[in-house]
């Protein structure tokens, strides 16, 4: 993409040149090959000479030049520089074209450094603001699915506001941030995501903080995922950099003096995946009726019965069943009500709860200045109502920037922005084995088909909950009105820079910023409420988090001799980042609905945390140029960090790149191949350690309720008044070191056709060493962990990257197709001597884990399996006709895709430009809750077929010995029926979904869908030229119309693309996740 | 000139900035939120709470799985099928909470305490944690202990043998006793939320649990000379000294008893009442008569049932009794074992986890609070009652240990009695009378009477398990020991939908990921097959 600058050094270039005795003056005006407006900033020279000037912000140029002859030439990056013969012209006036050739874009680097493709050893990746503005999505991260080779995005829920997860190129860290530095103009962003509570029990759907970028505020974004790229943003930068440009924060001059243009946009999101249900069984099991959480009771108006199931044997069973009572739980709360009610299907029962959402979005920006000042204001806001009633996320974004050059010679610059965020999101997640919940979720994807949910109230006069399990769930309606997290960020980021050039080839720059918000949160489970005991609870937690950053850069640019030019950046960076969070619990609440700490009887503690920790670096980067072909960049930095012991504080890591455009080199000059590069690069990005990682220290007061490890169980403290204290669970390598990873990267970036086919290809190898991590130690060791450095993982991976225009008409039709293929192959090489294996993050007490294993990619699942004999076939217990589960955990499944493929293509004609992107995700492993809920529910139409019995192919196994029972030394294949409730559900364990191994609910998360889906409609400028617009664009969205994950169980519709576990490095299980959603919406874009 | 100073002032800023980078920049690493020193009473008073409750019958202790498994309560889940593995939460969590939380700081206690010169805290440290050895070994059998909690020394500590590690336990009780009597600069007090530092009651707990580990190894070694001299010293565990932790009534920071709150606060009840303990206590039982003709008076004080009527019952019933009493089976696949009775079933009561005192009437035992109990009932862990049993047991089968056995076994039954109606008068609740307490000591001990030696031992440990209701751990190590109670068997009670393939758990299953994590560790047990070094089968 190009990219408009006023590169101050070129402005400062220009020096007054001699009066001459034989002189004219030539003037001129530039403007746009594209549409004709005028272009500022635009270099103006005199061919051969120092004389020179640059355009006006009315694209008018002025020049004095000799009488005769001379050769101007015109130049601005981002545009084909052009050359004119002024002979006994006085006016001179230009169009000029946009530079085509790819390795012509102009890319933001590392600090904010500029730099032409054609001069990177790296792969960078780019998005314009427009493909993530304006496409109904209020996450930029979201919007960014399928559009750069080498992202693996993952949702994590369809709630309002819910994290996000990035990745790029692979998980490095084993128990590290994998997420990549964010970084805004020029100040790091902070993206931390942190959760309140546990997220499987009651915790919410959690923002991670890169929310709070307003999509409409972008101007661009750069992606550098590799080290090379990243080598100047120190020790953050290994797992990649995001660098995003705002529109307030880049100095880019408009065009016209003013400029202000106007965003809205409207859309409406629907939940995009509901199962089909099954309306011929209600709630019970094994054919009978009961107030059950399960279908598997009798079938609806049905004159023949069913089986039951006792002690083995199938017998015929004699209920038939037209009216129930009145639930227990109704019929207790209303003694009033009815006695009896109908028994029948309620097929709407899960879709009618959920409601349309409605996202609205509105931003106005004003830019205006002359050559020397621009500024920009941005002001937008966002309103998004999810499909679960009551959640919500708002975002209101105030933004001004702007740059000014003084008469001095400095150049200064500010930017300052303030974001709100609110979120109201439902409790998610679905609550322990054996404990209530009071999640939206935890029973309305699979409700009881009988169940009348929205023909029965909700509460009592007594707002007490009220629902057909009873005590087990929130009634989902009273949950996602009364219970839920409430965060409010308010957060700003202000920078400021000055700039000096002490001659066109040495200059300097400083910037100083900071980035810092606040996060309230309140969690709140009402009185009434199933959850927190029935008596109310509010958690609040107040997260601080502040970080500031300078930077000095010095650049030294010159030509050394007539074809090597070399530019030099030295300086340094400080880092210091705060952050500060405090949890305060009360309970027992004495008003109904007053979220306030006054409001509770008692109120403590509920744990906090503090952290400061310092960097700093100093950095310095060469770049030698051949002949604008052969490119050679060398950096290296040393950093000094305060997480590290003293002695091992400093450390220093270098990177080399290169690249090679052959085409020009060669004077290869072809209709086919328009150009070539080929590239490499080496590189090595150091990492210090956490905070306090060093020595232990002891916690005081933890008690049951922080749900830390190491905390009383069972109580809180102090206990009968009297304090705790605990010895941490942790222990520390006092001689800690830095931890490296190094990549090593090729590729190619080629050009066809006169450009108008072009492919971009990476191959990488990241090796992570020496990691600064976690071994978990058994307990009996006394402690759960020991922090030093250990392990090796590593990230193969291709990225390639297409884009073909088989079509462009001199009427101007275009058709262009592009594409993204994204192959990752992750590996834990090695952990340390005797161990081969770690626990990623323990779950629940005998539930599928994610685990670090040698020879295993990065968070294998590992879990119970069936029992199986040599040749692979299941053990079945003669006894129950099911499955004999293994008492040994092995690797039941991969979560990281096998590979990632988009494929987008758009058609424009006359202003009008049809565009879809389809996304493909192979491979790749997901534990899921709701599919097991689904099956062993019996809800879903896959459940449908149960009448008679089944058996469960197999031999007959021994329960004890897991070896098959022989008869006379030959297996006995399986003959004992079950009844299809008991295959998918069994109380006793052993069967397919609900009480069984592991292994049953991994399903293959293959997915392909159909991202987004626009029209939009640019108003030509002769129809505008009356008005006071001088962009008038329209445009429909449709995002995620339609997906299939094949592997799923065919009723399932599911949507595999989510996780439990937000932004978090666990993925691949899924606990009640918010479906996803879908959306329809319209935008409309003016500027006047 | 102009452009030199310019030049100038940039670099002194740049080089204050490169400056500051000196090594008080980056000394910061300190972290100010959490104390690297605190106090022996604070590290005590975690210590305790941890350890009970991860002993105890609340959702983290050991005490739950093992009552199902000596058929005092029934849960629905895998041991409920005899299936004991290595990811139950129980195991997993006591022996996390068990090593890296109490007996770490225990340890901290002895380091501190002894640099600090205070024995009188280390003495106690030592008897705590030779009681919770002791119970590891009891469940896990070889665990590790002499390489344990030294990660200086060894992150991943080798596992001892469980005949091994009791001699070693004795010692460090006789140590403790020694500790005790020592000048100590800080002395145990309110910190101490077990005895509220009575040093007197830790000496005599720590003579009495050497008595309980002889017993326990009585049929693979000769203790009769030290038990001799344990019971002539006189100087073990008394009434009203009994070795619990009382809860407290405040919800936050929540100091109840743990299994009260998980029973009767948080709307879903996970315990039912074993219908097998419930027929032989209330006389009904046709599976087990050892106790038949005898009513127990303490079933009021047992478990509090919600209905009066079992018709009420919210779900179709598996095990009902007219009186409103409702229960599921072990190991049942019956049809009805499954639906939901929050509000029908019978749950643990006032003596078990301090819920509520059946008065007969019934009640909704939900979130609103209006049915409920004191909820500060102790965990009991080694009580007077128990200690004479265990004396009873000691004299009746040890050849050279002198007393009367018919006199402990008396004293034993009437010391559980007073331990009920200690509960109940702590709870307002009316007391057993002495007339019905000497009505069933009689009964008893008339059948004991008409016993002979193995009728007299399968008597004693039946009352001694009665009795234990609501800590388990040592009833599931006596009947591994002696074979007595007689356990419950789904596949012989003549009901066609209980039944399990798998046999007895005679040890707990070792914690699934500790055998991941250390390498020293042996390969996971066959939890039918490896006994314990005492059960010599």
């Known amino acids: ?1088 | 000139m102009k452009l030199n100073k310019r030049i100038g002032i940039l670099s002194l800023a740049a080089t204050l900035a490169v400056a500051s980078g000196c090594d008080s920049y980056f000394d910061i690493n300190v972290d100010p939120n959490n104390p690297s020193e605190v106090t022996l009473g604070q590290l005590l008073t975690q210590s305790e709470v941890t350890l009970v409750n991860s002993l105890g019958i609340g959702n983290n202790g050991m005490s739950t799985p093992t009552s199902i498994l000596v058929h005092q309560t029934v849960q629905r889940g895998s041991v409920d099928q005899y299936v004991v593995s290595g990811d139950d939460f129980q195991i997993t969590t006591s022996w996390q909470n068990l090593y890296s939380g109490s007996l770490e700081d225990l340890k901290t206690i002895i380091d501190q305490g002894t640099e600090e010169g205070s024995p009188q805290y280390v003495g106690v440290a030592q008897i705590l944690t030779a009681y919770t050895y002791s119970m590891i070994v009891d469940m896990w059998g070889d665990v590790p202990f002499s390489a344990a909690l030294n990660p200086q020394e060894a992150l991943y500590p080798e596992y001892d043998d469980d005949a091994m590690i009791y001699p070693a336990l004795l010692q460090l009780l006789d140590n403790g006793i020694a500790n005790l009597a020592q000048a100590s600069e800080d002395s145990p007090a309110t910190d101490d939320v077990i005895y509220g530092g009575n040093l007197v009651s830790w000496r005599r707990l720590a003579k009495s649990l050497k008595l309980k580990l002889y017993n326990q190894t009585r049929l693979v070694a000769d203790v009769s000379a030290q038990v001799n001299a344990l019971i002539a010293e006189g100087d073990l565990l008394r009434s009203g000294a009994d070795f619990e932790l009382e809860y407290g009534t405040s919800v936050a920071p929540d100091n109840r008893n743990p299994a009260f709150v998980y029973e009767y606060t948080l709307g879903n009840k996970v315990s039912y009442i074993s219908p097998y303990f419930y027929e032989i206590m209330t006389n009904q039982s046709e599976l087990n008569d050892v106790l038949t003709g005898i009513s127990d008076p303490r079933v009021p004080y047992y478990w509090f049932k919600q209905l009066t009527d079992p018709a009420d019952a919210q779900n179709p019933t598996e095990y009902t009794d007219d009186n409103g009493f409702l229960s599921i089976h072990f190991a049942s696949t019956g049809v009805n074992q499954g639906w939901q009775q929050d509000r029908s079933q019978t749950v643990l009561g006032l003596y078990a986890i301090g819920g509520r005192y059946d008065d007969g009437k019934g009640g909704e035992v939900n979130t609103s609070g209006a049915i409920t109990g004191p909820g500060t009932v102790a965990q009991r862990l080694y009580t007077h009652f128990a200690s004479l049993y265990t004396q009873a047991e000691l004299v009746l089968t040890e050849p050279g240990v002198t007393g009367d056995h018919r006199k402990l076994f008396e004293d034993a039954i009437r010391a559980s009695f007073a331990k009920v109606n200690a509960i109940a008068a702590d709870a307002g609740a009316p007391l057993i009378t002495a007339g019905a307490i000497n009505t069933y000591v009689a009964a008893v001990l008339a059948k004991y009477d008409a016993a002979n030696a193995t009728g007299k031992l399968e008597l004693i440990l039946t009352e001694k398990w009665i009795a234990s209701f609501g800590f388990s751990i040592d009833a599931y190590t006596d009947y591994r020991r002696t074979g007595f109670p007689v356990m419950y068997d789904p596949n012989t009670d003549d009901l066609p939908y209980t039944g399990t393939s798998r046999q007895y758990p005679v040890s707990m299953a070792y914690n699934s990921q500790s055998l991941t994590l250390n390498q020293n560790a042996p390969t996971q047990k066959n939890v039918t097959t490896d006994r314990i070094f005492w059960d010599a089968e």
């Not at chain 1, 997420?179 to 100040?187: A, C, E, H, S, W």
């Open chain 1, 1 to 1088: 993409m190009r990219k408009f600058l006023l590169l101050s050094g070129l402005l400062l270039g220009v020096t007054i040149s001699h009066v001459m005795a034989q002189e004219r003056t030539v003037t001129g005006v530039i403007t746009s090959s594209e549409d004709g407006t005028a272009l500022p900033g635009v270099n103006v020279v005199l061919k051969g000479s120092t004389t020179g000037t640059v355009t006006d912000t009315e694209g008018k140029y002025r020049l004095t030049v000799p009488a005769t002859g001379g050769i101007l030439v015109f130049s601005f990056i981002g545009l084909v520089t052009q050359e004119a013969d002024i002979g006994e012209r006085s006016v001179v006036d230009i169009q000029m074209k946009p530079d085509v050739t790819q390795l012509g874009e102009v890319i933001v680097t590392a600090a904010g450094i500029e730099r032409e493709s054609k001069a990177l050893g790296y792969a960078v990746g780019n998005v314009s603001g427009d493909k993530v503005a304006q496409k109904s999505e209020p996450d930029v991260l979201r919007s960014l699915q399928g559009k750069i080779p080498g992202v693996n995005i993952l949702s994590s829920s369809g709630a309002p506001g819910s994290a996000t997860r990035i990745t790029i190129r692979g998980n490095k860290s084993l128990f590290g941030n994998n997420q990549p530095l964010f970084v805004v103009d020029g100040i790091p962003f902070d993206n931390s995501y942190s959760t309140s509570s546990n997220e499987l029990t009651d915790g919410a759907a959690y923002s991670s903080r890169i929310a709070d970028i307003d999509p409409n505020n972008i101007e661009s974004m750069s992606i550098l995922p590799g080290g090379a790229a990243a080598a100047l943003y120190g020790v953050r930068a290994s797992n990649g950099v995001v660098v995003i440009t705002t529109k307030s924060g880049s100095s880019r001059a408009s065009r016209k003096g003013l400029e202000i243009s106007f965003n809205s946009g409207f859309a409406i999101e629907q939940i995009a995946n509901l199962p089909d249900y099954q309306n011929k069984y209600g709630t019970g099991s094994r054919g009978n009726y009961a107030e059950a959480n399960g279908s598997w009771g009798p079938a609806f108006d049905r004159p023949d019965p069913g089986v039951n199931y006792v002690g083995g044997v199938a017998v015929p069973n004699g209920s038939e069943v037209d009216s129930i009572p009145y639930w227990g739980a109704y019929a207790n709360a209303f003694p009033d009500g009815p006695t009896m009610v109908p028994y029948r299907a309620y097929p709407n029962n899960a879709k009618d709860f959920f409601q349309d959402g409605k996202v609205w979005d509105n931003s106005i920006t004003i830019s205006g200045g002359n050559e020397k000042s621009v500024m920009t204001l941005v002001a937008s806001n966002m309103n998004q109502e999810g499909y679960i009633p009551y959640s919500e996320f708002r975002k209101t974004n105030i933004s001004l920037g702007g740059t000014t050059q003084l008469q001095n010679g400095f150049h200064v610059g500010g930017n300052l922005s303030y974001i709100n965020t609110e979120q109201k999101g439902p409790l998610a997640g679905y609550g322990q084995a054996g404990q209530v919940s009071a999640s939206v979720l935890s029973r309305i994807l699979f409700p009881g088909r009988n169940w009348d949910i929205q023909g029965q109230p909700y509460e009592t006069e007594d707002h007490a909950n009220v629902f057909f399990l009873g005590a087990a769930a929130d009634n989902p309606y009273y949950s996602s009105k009364y219970n839920g997290l409430r965060s409010q960020v308010n957060r700003i980021a202000a920078s400021i820079n000055i700039g000096y050039d002490v001659t066109d080839w040495l200059s300097f720059n400083y910037k100083v910023g900071v980035n810092t918000y606040n996060d309230r949160r309140k969690e709140v489970t009402r009185r009434g409420s199933v959850g927190a005991a029935g008596i109310g609870q509010l958690v609040t937690d107040e997260i601080y988090y502040q970080e500031i950053e300078s930077n000095l850069l010095v650049t030294f640019n010159k030509d050394l001799a007539q074809d090597l030019s070399l530019k030099v950046i030295g300086g340094y960076n400080i880092n210091q980042r705060t952050g500060e969070n405090q949890q305060v619990r009360g309970v027992n609440s004495i008003a109904f609905d007053i979220d306030d700490l006054d409001n509770f009887n008692s109120v403590t503690p509920f744990g906090g945390t503090y952290y400061r920790r310092r960097l700093m670096g100093l950095f310095g980067d060469v770049s030698l140029g051949y002949k604008d072909y052969l490119f050679l960049n060398l950096t290296g930095r040393n950093d000094w960090s305060s997480t590290l012991p003293a002695s091992k504080r400093s450390f220093f890591y270098p990177s080399v790149s290169s690249s090679f455009i052959f085409t020009d080199a060669l004077g290869i000059e072809s209709n086919i191949l328009t150009s070539g590069k080929i590239r490499a690069a080496w590189s090595r990005v150091g990492n210090d350690a956490p905070v306090y990682s060093l020595y232990p220290t002891y916690s005081l007061n933890l008690g049951n309720s922080s749900g830390v490890v190491g905390a009383v169980p069972g109580n809180d403290l102090p206990f009968l008044g009297q304090p705790g204290a605990t010895q941490g669970t942790t222990v520390y390598d006092p001689n800690l070191t830095p931890e490296f990873t190094t990549t090593v990267e090729v590729g190619a970036e080629l050009a066809f056709f006169n450009n108008r086919a072009s492919l971009k290809a990476t191959y990488y190898d990241i090796r992570t060493t020496d990691q600064i991590a976690p071994i978990a130690l058994p307990d009996e060791s006394g402690f759960n962990q020991f922090i030093t450095n250990f392990g090796e993982v590593s990230n193969k991976g291709i990225e390639i990257g297409a884009d073909v225009t088989p079509v462009r008409m001199e009427n101007g039709f275009t058709w262009n197709i592009y594409g993204t293929f994204t192959r990752n192959r992750n590996m834990v090489e090695s952990l340390t001597t005797g161990i081969d294996e770690i626990v990623l993050r323990a779950l629940y007490g005998g539930q599928v884990t994610p685990v670090l294993a040698v020879g295993q990619p990065y968070g294998t699942l590992k879990g119970t399996t069936n029992t199986r004999d040599d040749e692979g076939n299941l053990l079945i217990d003669p006894a129950t006709g099911l499955m004999i589960q293994s008492n040994d955990l092995t690797y039941i499944g991969n979560p990281n895709p096998k590979y990632l493929a988009s494929l987008g293509t758009s058609l424009s004609f006359k202003g009008i430009t049809l565009s879809c992107l389809w996304n493909y995700r192979h491979g790749g492993s997901l534990w899921s809750a709701t599919n097991q809920f689904y099956l062993g529910r019996g809800v879903t139409r896959d459940t449908e077929n149960r009448e008679g019995t089944f058996i469960v192919p197999g031999v007959w196994g021994d329960a004890n010995t897991f070896q098959p029972i022989l008869d006379d030394g030959k297996k006995i294949p399986n003959t004992t029926q079950v009844i299809l409730n008991d295959v998918y559900f069994q109380t006793a364990g052993g069967s397919f979904a609900i009480n069984s191994a592991d292994e049953n609910s991994v399903y293959d998360a293959t997915v392909i869908r159909l991202s987004e889906v626009g029209v939009s409609y640019d108003f030509p400028k002769t129809l505008l030229s009356k008005t006071p617009f001088g962009v008038l664009s329209l445009s429909f969205t449709g995002r995620n119309l339609f997906y299939n994950a094949p592997n799923f169980p065919k009723h399932s519709n599911y949507d595999p693309e989510t996780s439990s576990f937000g932004a978090q490095n666990y993925t691949g299980i899924e606990y009640n996740a918010a479906p996803s959603v879908k959306r329809y919406g319209v935008n409309l874009r003016v500027t006047f």
